[in-house]
């Protein structure tokens, strides 16, 4: 039986976070903000990834699934630079929907996108 060997990642938390403006932080973004800022930006560092990214590089899984909080609050750059930073990971082919392939990478932006267990 052939096999098949699966790295799987979660909840990245990409950063750093782009400069939102004030508008962009209404409603629950600030205190995600606020969190990000002065707590979890020292804990999910690009360093990290980097490293990781080598890692994965040297070990050559047979597919990564990337799955869990790729972003911290949703602001439209943090995806830009979500789809930059996993391209680092492996060559990431998905559908629109983020069902997974049996492409290299499958990414899926987080669990509040349709088609990746969000229930709206």
Known sequence: ???????????????P????GLRALLGKRIT????????????????????????????????????????NISLSGEFVQAVISCGSLGQATTSQSCQATTTPMSPCL????????ATT
Request: charged fraction near 20%.
């Open 110 to 117: 987080g669990h509040n996108r349709p088609g990746c267990g």
């Open 32 to 71: 995600g903000y606020l969190s990000w800022k002065l707590k979890r930006a020292a804990v999910h560092r690009r360093e990290v990834l980097n490293t990781l990214a080598a890692d994965l590089a040297v070990q050559r899984p047979d597919h990564t699934a990337v799955t869990g909080d790729l972003v």
């Open 17 to 20: 976070l782009p400069s939102p």
């Open 1 to 15: 039986m052939p096999s098949l060997t699966l790295a799987h990642i979660s909840d990245l938390h990409i950063g």
